[in-house]
């Protein structure tokens, strides 16, 4: 599946402006990965 970079780079853009996450910022990234897999593990 191809998905045109400017469409990822809109759609993270409107991410970061809703939620204040830096996705330049490795230590945010996972901190936000992580708390999305102990979500989905709590949630089984």
Known sequence: ???HYRTVSYQ???AKEMT???FD???EV???SNGLV???MLNQ
């Open 1 to 3: 599946m191809f998905v």
């Open 12 to 14: 993270m853009e409107k």
């Open 20 to 22: 204040g996450i830096n």
């Open 25 to 27: 910022n490795a230590n």
């Open 30 to 32: 996972l901190t936000v």
């Open 38 to 40: 102990i979500y989905k």
